[in-house]
């Protein structure tokens, strides 16, 4: 049997999967920012027509998969499989926006990683020979999710310097056996870390160890280093968190360069928007790579990217608890490069 | 490159991997029941040494890893990927029961079906070549569910007879390319359906579409009929569920015969143990296949079982805003003939 396995933890398909599609639906916030003309659609409010945020969500989701088949031309009847996930306690925004079309779902829990990780299980599947064509897909809102993990909007508390804004925004990906666009070549699953972090408010500290650790596994199992990459990506780890990532790899001796970066730092101009650490949550990181970054190497501007998916798996009860903060890393190598 | 894909939703891999060992975890009630003599452990309160509920459903899960890994002969070195997930927000029991163990870890979401879900990429992974063994892992805990989903514990709200009771257990099994056991020869991914239903208190009813939606799929995709199963198992569908599922067979004109049951009615003893319509939860399934079903397919007793996982994917966000209650499921096809 043809085997993908690299080392510990990572895999490179025989046959790379193409990216064929992408799309990425924004909110008002982040159509605003630096990357506001790279978005397929956005909204001047945060509702998307819908009488809650919860499904102004949903309906984010729901906008994605059909930017998507647009622009790929294709119909559900085409698409073999869908990996979705969200931050919403048990997924809603996922599962209801797949109700009812038909369409096999998988579904994903991953946190901030949840783009990564959808997008390396459907080329597992479609390299595997398991789908044909499969739907990686992701969605965050700001309101959804700091009423469910911090405050009521309306309470108005203050945000420390360290704490990151909750992403109002969906991506989806088509990942098919066939075609032209970007290549998935490899990818490496991440292992949960948690070095004690207890701050809620301070997420890319607790997810940078998980960040550090999968990129080091990653350069180690396929022989690779930093320099190897145009550009590597957390997302997301904000500004506090991308800092200690930096300072790990200083320490370690294998210097991460200017091709360094983060999706919650490229998606808002920190100063002018007010974001603090930068933005978060698993929209972030999925329209950054579906709206901005698979458009740059589509235009010749990124040849290979790691694109790493960073998730913090608290909950309120968890914090609660008195627990730490777990975090995760997934990264997935994208190229333009022919085999 | 070789497909496994078969029909609409299913997949057949050409090396079918084999479930080589497997474990489980039972509360108090459970160990109670018709079941007792077929799980690994059980407790006799429901903390499990743990200042919390939620503490003791994370700890069952790394019991179930332990006790898996020493039934297999194995150490956590030897397992290259863990697909797990729960009912909790942000699926905390899972997420805390890997950390720091260095396991490559996929989180999951599929409600009550994550342990066919799990079992599914498992065979994906595996048969694909992209790990050599993976395990596939799930819990619910009646308490952590109970506070979560319903009533504080200590409210004593009534249960209507539609009720299901909320499983305290915890199931995992060792998915291998080569070794002797259960092969999982087929699967077929479902899709999300929700015919209306509201009353989160009928989780059967609201489930029941996807199951005969999935099993009338998996037929079809695989040129297969109720007969090719010595059993059929939903997981965990309940009386109220099940008698729907036996009604639309029967309307359809392929009846169910006495090869199908479900999870839920295996667990527990309707009468004795108060469950009203049946047991429920991610650890239901879990622990009827991993502690019953695949110790009778060891024993020559069961052949051919389509294992059935049902999930209704509701949140008490999505109840309180009016939603419907959609459900999927993922059907798992296990044999002890060779091939």
């Excluded at 990459?229 to 500004?239: E, F, R, S």
Aim: aromatic content about 8%; glycine content about 10%.
């Amino acid at each position: 049997m043809a085997t993908h396995k690299r080392g510990k933890c990572s895999f490179q398909p025989r046959h790379p999967p193409v990216i064929t599609a992408w799309s990425s639906i924004a909110g008002k916030k982040e159509s605003e920012g630096p990357l506001r003309d790279w978005f397929d659609h956005w909204n001047t409010d945060t509702y998307f027509g819908e009488p809650s945020w919860e499904k102004a969500e949903c309906r984010m989701q729901e906008l994605a998969l059909e930017s998507l088949l647009k622009k790929a031309g294709k119909t559900p009847k085409d698409i073999d499989l869908v990996f979705s996930g969200d931050l919403l306690n048990q997924c809603i925004s996922s599962s209801f926006a797949l109700r009812n079309t038909g369409l096999p779902a998988l579904g994903l829990y991953g946190a901030c990683s949840t783009m990564a990780e959808s997008l390396l299980l459907s080329a597992m599947a479609v390299s595997g020979g398991f789908a044909e064509r499969a739907v990686a897909m992701t969605s965050s809102h700001f309101a959804t999710s700091e009423r469910q993990y911090r405050y009521p909007l309306g309470y108005g508390g203050q945000r420390p310097p360290t704490a990151q804004w909750t992403t109002t925004g969906s991506g989806a990906a088509l990942v098919c056996a066939t075609g032209s666009g970007p290549k998935i070549e490899a990818a490496t699953i991440g292992t949960i870390r948690d070095l004690g972090i207890t701050d809620a408010n301070n997420m890319g500290a607790a997810m940078a160890p998980a960040a550090v650790e999968t990129l080091i596994q990653h350069f180690e199992d396929l022989h690779r280093s930093p320099e190897d990459y145009d550009l590597i990506v957390t997302g997301d780890l904000g500004a506090v968190g991308r800092e200690i990532v930096l300072e790990q790899f200083r320490l370690q001796g294998v210097p991460l360069g200017d091709n360094y970066n983060d999706c919650g730092l490229l998606l808002f101009d920190r100063q002018r928007q007010d974001v603090h650490s930068g933005g978060s949550g698993c929209g972030c990181s999925a329209i950054v790579l579906c709206g901005y970054l698979l458009e740059q190497m589509r235009f010749g501007k990124i040849k290979h990217l790691l694109f790493c998916g960073t998730g913090a798996l608290l909950s309120p009860t968890s914090v609660q608890q008195g627990e730490s903060i777990p975090g995760v890393c997934h990264a997935v190598s994208i190229t333009m490069e022919e085999e």
